[in-house]
């Protein structure tokens, strides 16, 4: 027995509420009360309702807003509307709203319950009408069984769903007319529908016929089409019906079947990516030429093996939650990304779908499985992860070495070759020192792998001579690459007959200097496989040589100070001088390894260095020069004079000492009489030292002091400018290092726009500044049309092409003001500061005309302004709602979103 029908009254008036309450119970109604919207509201919350009776004027909310709320809410819920000051405007505002009826205050209770029945009534045959239609729908859906009207009078067509369906296209996806159905109507079949239809509408002749389409969409199919003429009356034509069935599985079953099967084995056979059906154990049953070309076995010996054979040990539990997944009816497909062992006994990355093959009683058959080689993308993103831990690393080891003490210098150097070693992976990292005034050199520190033989203990005096090769190219601060010892030529016998006998494979060895002395070597060794380090490996594994040489360096100048300190109470002097010397330099050291900030650390240092370093003998001016490309750019300066600044606006290199100095990558010192540069110009006489700054790059910059043309750089000093040169040089290098690395991390790796890390910033930025100072302000959701099925049919690689077109299409056509976003997927975020709706919707409309006229593809686009309020989240969600009924409205089309205005009072 169906329940009691439940009546919510929504009334100011106690004494109303509880006489319609009273009323509706004795008829056999459930009555609900609620004494203003909100809890109208409430009462919504604990369930449904059949009917609202609200009162027009409520405390809180306009009755009209009360029946607005209820109807987004349950829009089957039929509204009356009470009132006892009834207007004109009123009731045709509740009317247009949605309102059932409209009754004015005091009204006779008859007259209620009869408006309540109707209303009941009208709920009743919507509902029923509405399980017809779903009844007459599914029906139809299975039958795969279309019809159509077409209303001579008014012109008007209607279809049904299945009509769309059977000839591929959403329901109301476009005007569904019969030029459509001809455009996709086999050619040699068009005149005959044509005709057909044709006789219908002028004759009223009906047609029973079949005929053959061909559309993308659906292929090709064939339908049986009847169409006569409804009459009215008086005999007249008043529209014309007709149905349109899918016969194509009926008539052609075999020869679909056929079709589809030669079609999957030519896909399968010249799939340009791997193909393979495999058992529900894991055996191949069927590979094409792509994945035996993947993984370097023939068709044979890969249907020898397994998936589980192949695939690396630690990968195999993706395969398994997957296949489990298919096999329980979660999912369809499954994609994942895994290491497959190569016939040549390397790892391959791949990345594959797969789909699990059921008969017609849903038992699983086998997979059918898509397969990607990756492992190019997989080595560049390894790459870029290896390049930044290895930055972290040489950060990590400055940092440690800059705050350790001399007497515990081995202990840190042992520390650093094990970090140093684990992480790359070779097997014995070393330190070589010079010994006996440079002509023995011994082992000074090592770390190993487990297993491998130690070789600290054997070497610890041999002579400089036995390996002229490799000390000649040390002497020449070259860093030495040995990819493959057992290649090393006649040159390199002693290095080959060193390395082969311990079963050295490869090897890195970087020269050890302390200011323009090579005190020593540190060196990698792999032992258990080669290998080959890129430049850029090289270049950060040099960075560490230079760690390693400065904390020698300052164990050497410490240990002379010691030695000092029994001399004479001169030499003691020059002690503390060269003490006060290294703290200056450490401090330095400590202030540019604190700040990855360009500016700060050209503008800060040269102050450091001039004001806090009394002991230079410089006066207090100096600049610091910039390398970019070609050019010196002047990054920082003190109390220079504007000679100096004009000479050297945009210096080309060379164009002064300050360019030779970059060339050379010595210091240079300069006297007033052997220089034109502005620097040692003026009044008074003057000279300048010029110190490049030196990375693993090369020279960075140059750092120019001025001095008095009397004084006179001594070795020390030089030594000393040379290790703060290195210093900046690094912090310089590490710098731009860090502004880059910053740089990828605010934009996305495919398309190079701001990801939306960087968007959100923006945007927040730009949200603030309209909101406080009343600026305008716009955002354009756009999103590629058709994105998924482009990407089923060309494959994700043109996908991500075509990605990338769209991305430059919109940057092109987006202002320098604008802020061009890959939102995600294939959407895009376009913010335009100072810029209102309409302004906003001529730019939406350019980046439009221009991707349609120069891609295979189109674009919609949403547009939504700023209003004072509009949260972030809720700006991106107007220009998505904008951006999505441009998609139904038919796509490659500009739509604005349109706040609701304020109602009127």
Sequence with gaps: MKGKLRILIIDDDPMARRTLSDILHVYGYEALAAK???????????????LALIDLQLPDIPGTDVMAGIKDRSPSTEVIIMTGHATLESAI???NRGAFSYLIKPYDVQQLLLHIQHALEKQRVAEELRKSEERLDEAQK????????????????????????????????????????????????????????????????PYNMNFRVTHPAVGKRIFHAEGKTKTGWDGKPLSLIGVIQDITENMLAEDALRESNERFRIAFENAAIGMAVTALDGHWLKVNHSLCTIFGYSEQELLANTVQDI??????????????RLLDGETSYYRSEKRCLHKKSHFVWVRQSVSLVRDAQGRPLYFVSQIEDVTDRKSGEEALNYRVEIEQLISSLSTRFLRLESNRLDEGIDGALKDIGEFTGVDRTYVFLWSDGGATMRSTNEWRADGIEPLMENLQRFTVDSFPGLIRSLSLIETIHIPRAASLSDDAKEMREFLLPRGVKSAIIVPLVFGASLIGFFGFESIRQEETWSEADIRLITMIGEIFSGSFGRRYTEKEREDL????????????????KLSALYNIALFVNRTTNLDEITSSSLELIIYGMEILNIEKRGAIFLVEGDRLRLAAQFNLPAEFI?????????????????????????????????????????????VPLKSAEGVVGVLCLYMSAQEEAGEATLKMLSSIGSQLGIAIDNARLYEITKALSLHDPLTGLANRRLMYIELEKGLARAQRYGSLFSVIMADIDNFKQYNDSFGHTAGDKLLVEMAKALAKEARQTDL???????????????????????????????VASQNETTISLGVAPYRAGTTMEALISHADSAMYKAKQEGRNRVEKYAYMKPRET
């Design 36 to 50: 203003d919207g909100a809890e109208a509201f409430a009462e919504l919350q604990r369930g449904p309702v059949n």
């Design 93 to 95: 505002e509740a009317t």
């Design 142 to 205: 299975v039958a795969h069984l279309g019809n159509w009207e077409w209303d001579i009078s008014d012109n008007e067509f209607w279809w049904s769903d299945e009509m769309y369906r059977i000839l591929g296209l959403a329901p109301q996806e476009k005007a569904l007319t019969f030029e459509v159905i001809f455009s996709i109507t086999h050619h040699d079949d068009r005149e005959i529908f044509r005709d057909a239809v044709n006789g219908l509408f002028s004759e009223h002749t």
């Design 311 to 324: 695939t690396h040990s630690d990968d195999l539990s993706i395969d398994i939650r997957g296949y489990k």
């Design 565 to 580: 300190l029994y001399k004479t109470e001169n030499a003691n002097k020059e002690l503390n001088a060269a003490n006060s």
């Design 646 to 690: 004009d000479f050297h606006e945009d210096e080309g290199i060379g164009k002064c000492s300050c360019g030779m100095a970059v060339k050379s990558g010595k210091i240079m010192v300069l006297h007033s009489d052997d220089s034109e540069c502005a620097m040692v110009s003026g009044p008074t006489p003057c000279g300048c030292i010029i």
């Design 820 to 850: 061009v976003a890959r939102y995600g997927g294939e959407e895009f975020l376009v913010l335009l500061p100072e810029t209102g709706i309409e302004d906003a919707c001529k730019v939406a409309e350019r980046i439009r005309v221009s």
